[in-house]
Structures are given as structure tokens and as C-alpha cells.
């Protein structure tokens, strides 16, 4: 039988080819925990050819991405700076296995939080919010996973692009958005739909890391997770997402 750390090397190297492999629930059955655990130790093989890890990324925290993937539980995964992409910038689609864009809302930490706090607890840790997207990609076959699958997969993660830093102290409890692919628009919704008030996957964020010995640090990124159904990206698209009072952020797709 593999080993955990065996599924993890399996899974970094899709991340890294930009391949689909199997999905682990295919080949024997385990839990989330060990999904954790696995997430882990194929991180841990990205910081060791010097990726930093310099925030996390909450998942499955709206009903419209609860229903597209058919899983109904909040997850995490750790970013690294590597998958920041430029906003304005352009991602190179052969990198990916068949990567997907969502409209998210991004946190900047000012000081550390951690374990059971309260939505004015986190609000105060937070320097800025900002408008931004996440270009997610799956490594399982046809972007189907369970529960410990996705959460062993680092959550989908693999690209984030962000807009301006904007001064938090706005109300973003339902700030509207469209998503839009070359001047037509794929996607609209609310900031709202993330938990009813994003500030409530900040929230989520602290007490889920804290299950695994982490916390979050002052000058770390967190986003929320998508608001709408993800859209998924084919080469020659430009994508440009706007926020009410936030602003707006774009980036294209090449070979
Ligand atoms: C799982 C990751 C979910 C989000 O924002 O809800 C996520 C997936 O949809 O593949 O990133
Ligand atoms: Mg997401």
C-alpha cells in the first residue's frame, strides 16, 4: 500500500507538470485528517526547492462552488509565492491540466490570528482587503474529487492574482462583481455569498489552521473563496473581474 507521503509526492508532481493523476479515493479510502496531512507533506516538497509560503486560500465557502464541485465543506491550502501571478499580467495555459477562474475577496494580515475568534477579532488583524481572482486546477482526473481528495490536492490551488489594497474599513458585506471574459460577462454575483460576509472565512481560517499546529502572520494573504461558480480559461482569453468600490483586476491566457 502507498504511503501518505508517497500520494504526496504523486500529487506535487502533477502540480508541478501541470498533469491530472487519479483520484487517491479511487485507490483506497481515507480521511480528511490524512487529506491534511497529505497537503502537508506535498508542501512541504515545494518550500524545499525554495517556494515560501505566504498565506492560505479558504475553498468551498459559497453555495455556488459547494454545488459546481459537489462537495459542501470549508477547506484550506497554503499559497506560495510562486503562484502569485501579476495583475495585468498573463498565465501560460500548458502549465496547467484545465485550470478554472473565480472572483474572490483577499485579506492582508497586520497582526497574527489565531484559533477561536470573534468577526471583530479578525477585522482588527486585517491591514486591507483587496479585489481578486484564483486561477484553480485540480491535479485529479476531470476536476472530480471527495472531500479528503481536494483538501490533499492543496485545495486546488495554483495561481492568484490580486488588485489594489483597498482601506478595510468599507463595508464589504455585499459588494457586487461581474466577471468578465473578453467584454462579456461569464459570471455576477456578491461578496455576500462567501459565508453571507467574507470576514467570516477570515474567521474560519483562523480556527481551521489552528487545528493544524498554524496560524496566520501578520503581512500573510488570505483569500476567501470564490463567490460564483468557477469559469474555466482557454488560451487567447482576457479575464477582468470588477468589484464595486474595490476596483478591478485582469489577466490573460497564452499557450
Ligand atoms: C476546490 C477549491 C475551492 C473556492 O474558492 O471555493 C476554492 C475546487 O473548486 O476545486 O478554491
Ligand atoms: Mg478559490
New binding site residues.
Partial sequence: MKSLNDYAALLDQAAAEGREVPQISLDRSFTVEEGYAIQALSMARRYARGERRIGV??????RA?ML??G?DEV?WGRLTDAMRVEEGGSISLSRYAHPRV?P?VAFLMKAPLAGDVSNVEAMAAVAAIAPAM?I?D?RYKD?K?TLPD?VADN???SGFVLGNWCDASIDFSNLGLVMDVDGRTVQAGSSAAILGHPIRSLVAAARMLARWGESLKPGDIV?A??ATA?HPLAVGMHIRTEFQSLGSLSFSVGE
Fill in positions: 486560500k479558504m475553498g468551498l465557502t459559497s462552488k459546481q464541485v462537495v477547506v473565480e474572490e484564483e484553480i485540480s476536476f474529487f481536494v485545495s486546488s490551488s483569500l473563496g470564490g468557477a
